[in-house]
């Protein structure tokens, strides 16, 4: 990476700025957006649950439920005494550099049996909350013979257990697979000529609960692979037939996506209800680019490239849908990171880059569709996979991360929505913030360009608390023009100040200069300034565009911030999550050791003594929010404007872009963290 800026400053002298941005922004596409993991979202965070308990999704959401964490007789003979889905998942290891393994349950489920009637209830207690409609449980049915039935059996025992349910035959062979023996059968599918009727007879008891999940007044059984049945138009046609005679009466049988099989090559397009997306096999892989897998059969996908064409196919079928009313309708399911690592020491495949911002805009589109072709039910794979790594349960590593962000996708809320802040707290927030006697916030714009004065008022309009404003720039001139714009058209600004500086050390000496006095009368501050292309290098004002969004942007978005500061008083520096085209940016400077010196100058010059790696944390850009406690001591530190040097050019090494990189250390070391924002908003459409 610091070959890569050194690089970027000689072509930019030899190049200029335009022809060196364009080869930055191919490299971007070619190299950093189609590495193993995403650069901009390949972490998710530590959550704490949420209940949404309050709130009624519009569409109902089913997750696919996996029966096999109890030991049964037939596991303990194949595969060891005591085998469950944990022995798998405890045993798994990283695979390559930043695999996510092992998964471990969170404390509050831990490793769970499920012939244990409160585990059931737990789970159901927290699927309610997040406004799951129900679970889809794998049925394991060999013409008769049933595997893994007890947690469903005890489920149906218990009609207090309040939440909706179904059914999918995981009608296929148990083999010796995950020892790499495929073709060892432990138990065999037959299909024998009686089997329809004996599969209705034997589910009955389940299709008449009063739980079972039905569409348009029907029960719904899914098959996961129709493919696997022979004569299978026939069966189906006989199921639907015997569960008429039995009294169940009229059925929906719906078939997954799996193996490559649709409706028409089966020839069942008139003997079926509904196909069932089945990720990852009803998905379009593409593969992680610069893997260096030791084992050669497996697969690495890249979980955001997923994302990214089901946007497209999405939007490609967004007419299509509306003209397919003939057709065998289409339920779509999602999935969080699958990786079946854990249960295959060959051939394995895992999605690599998973983040929660993807996961919550696959789950958003599948809900806007389906409002848009009024489908009442979708599918995620699933509740608790943990050997294949995609599960809605809570692990220890990431908490509730995941249910969290389905649950606000499902009901419409921006992507970081927090349920804790009750309207009780928002009041409380106005009320602290909006005190017009003793204003809390100040702004520090540095206005360079003036062109952008309207596009930076707009923004501030979206504050609802009362603020002073601080504002630099470099002209008698713009002084005036920017006095008078901002007293008339910035509406919560309780007191402007703007003042002229020499154009030098870019907005952090300005910054520093003209706060270092008054600083200690707010609590929070907002630091952003006029970042703008330059020959039309070709992302900069998308880049400073980006920045104003995800620190203003709405209203919404800034009451959010807002609260994550009153929920949180240790958190010292929010800002947004680096721009993608800048990502190979992130570094201490074009001499690495020299640009950390130069940091590591600038702390000790204000008595901070701290040991730094090779990787900064910053706000890329030196836009940020910033509870003033936290930063204030980078205000005492004597320096003055005559210390950046003259302005000439520089994109590397200077005193500004030190300090630019130590904000967040300057936070740490008063005992505060920083967060990292996005104001992602996806509405929910009309029908």
């Known amino acids: ?51 949404f308990s309050q709130y009624n999704p519009k569409v109902k959401a089913i997750a696919f439920y996996l029966p096999q964490f109890h030991n049964i007789p037939e596991n303990d003979e194949w595969w060891g005494k005591d085998f469950t889905e944990w022995t798998n998942t405890r045993k798994a290891t990283p695979k390559f550099e930043g695999h996510y393994q092992p998964r471990e349950p969170h404390n509050d489920f831990g490793y769970y049996n499920l012939l244990n009637i409160e585990t059931l209830k737990k789970q159901t207690e927290l699927a309610k909350q997040h406004g799951i409609y129900g679970f889809c449980f794998y049925l394991y049915w ?118 490559g099989h649709t409706p028409k090559n089966l020839q069942i397009e008139d003997a079926i209800d509904g196909l069932v997306e089945f990720p990852p096999h009803s998905i379009t892989s593409v593969k992680a680019k610069r893997m260096n897998l030791i084992e050669k059969t497996a697969n690495v996908y890249d979980y955001k490239e997923v994302v990214f064409e089901t ?58 569709e389906a409002l848009q072709t009024k489908k009442s039910v979708f599918f995620i794979n699933a509740w608790n996979e943990w050997a294949e790594g995609t599960y809605l349960e809570p692990d220890k590593k990431y908490g509730y991360a995941n249910i969290n962000t389905f649950s606000k996708a499902i009901l419409g809320f921006s992507f970081n929505h927090d349920v804790r802040f009750t309207d009780d707290k928002f009041e409380e927030i106005n009320k602290e913030l909006m005190r017009i006697d003793e204003i809390k916030i100040c702004l520090q714009v540095h206005l360079y360009h003036l062109d952008l004065i309207d596009e930076i008022i707009t923004n501030l309009n979206y504050i609802p608390f009362p603020f002073h404003c601080y504002i630099s720039t470099d002209t008698d001139k713009k002084v005036n023009i920017i006095q008078n714009k901002f007293n008339k058209r910035c509406k919560n600004a309780h007191g402007v100040y703007v003042q002229r500086f020499e154009n030098r050390g870019r907005d952090v000496a300005p910054f520093i200069e003209q706060m270092k ?104 850009g030196n836009m940020f929010w910033a509870r003033t406690e936290s930063i204030k001591k980078a205000f005492v530190s004597g320096i003055e404007q005559h210390n950046f040097p003259i302005e000439c050019g520089q994109v590397d090494m200077t005193l500004a872009h030190a300090i630019e990189r130590a904000w967040v250390y300057v936070a740490k070391d008063a005992g505060y963290t920083f967060r990292q924002t996005s104001n992602i908003m996806r509405k929910h459409s009309t029908l």
Not at 317 to 340: E, F, L, Q
């Open 517 to 620: 006095d008054v600083i200690s009368k707010y609590e929070y501050i907002l630091h952003i300034h006029t970042k703008k292309s330059v020959e039309n290098d070709g992302y900069r004002d998308d880049w400073r565009k980006y920045l104003y969004k995800h620190l203003l942007g709405s209203t919404g978005n800034i009451v959010r911030v807002f609260n994550e500061f009153v929920a949180d008083k240790k958190l010292g520096m929010i800002f947004p999550v680096t721009f993608v085209p800048v990502v190979p940016l992130m570094i201490w400077g074009s001499d690495l050791q020299q640009g950390k010196k130069n940091v590591l100058g600038f702390l000790e010059r204000i008595g901070i003594e701290m040991t730094l790696s090779d990787k900064p944390e910053f706000a890329a």
């Open 1 to 51: 990476m610091p070959r890569l800026f050194s690089k970027t400053i000689l072509s930019i002298k030899k190049n200029g700025i335009k022809e060196t941005s364009s080869k930055i922004l191919s490299y971007v596409r070619n190299k950093v957006l189609s590495y193993k993991f995403d650069p901009l979202f390949c972490e998710s965070e530590y959550q704490d649950n949420m209940d």
């Open 142 to 259: 060999f013409s008769g013979k049933r595997l893994l039935e007890k947690p469903l059996d005890l489920f149906l025992s218990h009609p207090e257990i309040d939440i909706n349910f179904c059914i999918c035959w995981a009608n296929e062979n148990w083999t010796r697979r995950w020892d790499g023996l495929e073709d060892e059968v432990l138990m065999k599918q037959t299909y024998s000529d009686d089997a329809p009727y004996r599969f209705i007879e034997d589910i009955q008891k389940y299709i008449v609960d009063k739980r079972y999940i039905k569409v348009d007044g029907q029960p719904v059984i899914l098959v996961y692979n129709p493919g696997n049945i022979a004569n299978v138009r026939d069966v189906f046609i006989k199921w639907k037939k015997h569960a008429d005679e039995i009294g169940i009466g009229k059925i929906k049988i719906w078939v997954c996506k799996t193996f």
């Open 311 to 368: 946007k497209r196919e999405f939007a490609s079928a967004a007419k299509k849908i509306r003209k397919s009313s003939g057709k065998v309708p289409v339920y779509r399911t999602c999935m969080m990171s699958w990786d079946n690592s854990a249960r295959k020491t060959k051939g394995w495949s895992v999605y690599a880059g998973f983040s929660l911002i993807y996961f919550f805009d696959w789950v958003s589109l599948i809900v806007n």
